[in-house]
């Protein structure tokens, strides 16, 4: 039978920190707000006030170039902000920056800003001041692609404002932006994290490359539409996964999920949070909406948040969690989970089963389950072991529940099988029928591997005993001396497969009608391997599909080793031999090791 093989790869796509330019034209962020009944604030549309005065700010929307210095050279950035008449100067001023989406070669990001902006409408009710800055023309886009560039500009803004009466209160400065400004609020969040009380990025994401963290964690609320195109939706929730995992200190897996909600009006929403950790971490899903999500509607959810994180606040409530949520265990079963919580909470073991070993060391939780399941001393069999987390008068606790398994006295298809240090080993694929106390297991993983020279005239031709055909190639190889190793030969790497080099663990490399009985029951092989997180037989790639035995026969004088192929197309499914190249030798080909055990 004739193959053609063919691999097609998908590569997954995401904006990096320094890809923004695929943020093209976004103008969303300054649509006219016409729905919306705008305040007057006692200054025209062009933002015609007094005078200025020099170091005080002038109320309305107004234009301000600074001279900038990169690399030793002194270029003009531009910005515009936006002061109420009615700022109160007695009351707590926040200062919050928006950073505009990707515009077109020659366009002016910032021309259109007015009293009408949902953040300018914002200041009038919260007293605020806004900030809009103008990113770089690179000849292709004006954004915020080159985030290094950016940083003395976004350092000079902040000294302006420091410099400048009504002075904002250095807890209550924020970033925000739409698109390419998204993302450089996310790179200002990680490298300006001493700087911005909290982060609210609009369709973007950051993808996270380094790993020093910043020097403070700062508050991120993120809103992404679920049908963007641009910043899809899938990357973005990957990455504030990983923001919540390697910079906010939680498992990703503890986020809050949730039920669907509807912003009045516009959409509907849902949210993943994790809270009472290092910082407050939120991901607002926009339902049926892609890359032009509305300000106006979202605009109150922005502040809500900015406004409940100064800089100068912590969490109102404490983190607490383990790596493991519960430890269902065999008899003698070791278990070891990471413990986070809050910086700086005290982390104590309040109860724990007797007849179970557990410790509680820094943040390492150790268990391990008693030895007999029928003890007399075994009474724990099904419980609870609680920890607590204590900071500031404040505590959480948390129950990991825990349960023994009776001893299982014989094997059924699909039954995990755990090696010595009770770590997954492999999934029975076969029990022998007179005597359900023998099965044979096959890996959870898999390994390309060519067969191995062994000699034109040497075979091991049984189509059903994979372990003397192993043990017969093994040495093979020792007696001729050929220098077959792990890597190139697959029969090396079964035999030695969980053991060291030249030892076995009773490993073998499957005959090619072992490989057809995990055929018979495929499909609850491959369940139970991806319920361990293991590589499942592949049944569609024509390149992936067929796999290694150790049955290498001779038809007429020319060599061939059989392969059992689990591709579902029937025209390829079954019985698959590759003849031996000119050096006696196979390709690489799929190779999984398989395993004799008892009770």
């Not at 604030?41 to 005080?56: A, F, I, Q, S």
């Not at 009006?265 to 290092?278: A, E, F, L, Q």
């Amino acid at each position: 039978m004739n193959k053609i093989f063919k691999k097609i790869y998908f590569p997954f796509l995401i904006l990096s920190l320094f890809s923004l330019s695929a943020c093209v034209k976004d103008k969303s962020l300054y649509l006219s707000q016409n729905k919306k009944e705008v305040n007057v604030d006692d200054y025209d549309k062009d933002g015609n006030g007094p005078g200025t005065v020099e170091g005080e700010l002038t109320p309305g929307v107004q234009l301000v170039k600074l001279k900038v210095t990169y690399n030793g050279k002194e270029t003009e950035r531009r910005f515009k902000y936006f002061m109420p008449v009615s700022i109160v100067k007695s009351k707590p001023i926040s200062l919050i920056f928006n950073f505009h989406g990707s515009y077109g070669t020659g366009e002016d990001p910032i021309g259109n800003v007015s009293m009408s902006d949902p953040l300018a409408q914002l200041a009038i009710r919260e007293n605020c001041i806004i900030v809009y800055p103008a990113g770089e023309d690179t000849g292709a886009a004006v954004n915020w692609q080159n985030s290094d560039y950016h940083f003395p500009f976004v350092d000079a803004m902040v000294n302006y404002f420091k410099t400048h009466t009504p002075i904002a209160d250095e807890n209550r400065i924020y970033t925000c932006g739409q698109s390419s400004g998204a993302i450089f609020s996310f790179v200002l969040a990680y490298y300006r994290s001493e700087v911005f009380a909290a982060a609210v990025p609009v369709s973007g994401q950051m993808k996270l490359a380094e790993s020093n963290l910043p020097t403070r964690i700062v508050p991120i609320r993120a809103f992404n539409g679920k049908n963007d195109d641009i910043v899809i939706h899938s990357a973005a929730l990957e990455n504030i996964n990983s923001w919540a995992n390697l910079i906010g200190g939680y498992f990703a897996s503890d986020a809050i999920v949730s039920d669907t909600l509807k912003i009045d009006n516009y959409k509907s929403y849902n949210t993943r949070k994790w809270n009472g950790g290092k910082a407050d971490i939120e991901f607002y899903t926009i339902l049926d909406e892609g890359h032009g999500i509305s300000w106006y509607y979202i605009a109150p959810l922005m502040w809500e948040f900015m406004n409940a994180h100064p800089k100068n606040t912590s969490p109102s409530s404490i983190y607490l969690s383990s790596q493991l949520k519960r430890f269902d265990a065999v008899e003698g079963q070791p278990f070891s989970s990471e413990i986070r919580s809050s910086p700086g909470a005290t982390l104590s073991l309040v109860t724990a089963p007797p007849d179970w070993t557990v410790s509680l060391a820094g943040n390492t939780l150790k268990v391990k389950a008693p030895v007999d399941f029928f003890a007399s001393t075994t009474v724990n069999r099904k419980g609870e072991i609680k920890l607590r987390a204590q900071y500031n008068g404040k505590t959480a606790e948390l129950s990991l529940p825990y349960s023994l398994a009776a001893p299982k006295t014989f094997f059924e298809l699909g039954d995990l099988f755990y090696d010595a240090d009770f770590k997954p080993a492999g999934v029975v694929f076969w029990v022998n029928p007179m005597n359900v106390r023998e099965a044979k297991i096959i890996a959870l993983e898999h390994a390309a591997r060519p067969f191995g020279a062994v000699g034109a005239t040497f075979f091991t031709p049984s189509f059903t005993d994979g372990y003397s055909n192993t043990l017969a190639l093994v040495d093979r190889n020792k007696d001729q001396n050929l220098g077959l190793n792990a890597v190139t030969s697959g029969f090396i790497y079964a035999y030695e497969y969980k053991s060291t080099s030249g030892r076995t663990a009773g490993w073998y490399l499957p005959a090619v009608d072992e490989l057809k009985l995990v055929d018979a029951n495929l499909t609850i092989v491959n369940n139970a391997i991806k319920a361990q997180g293991g590589t499942m037989l592949d049944i569609t790639s024509a390149t992936g599909s067929y796999h290694l035995s150790s049955t290498m026969t001779n038809n007429g004088g020319k060599k061939l080793f059989n392969t059992f192929d689990f591709n579902t197309n029937p025209s390829w499914h079954g019985y698959y031999n590759l003849s031996a190249n000119t050096a006696d030798n196979s390709p690489n080909v799929s190779t999984r090791p398989i395993k004799k055990i008892t009770k």
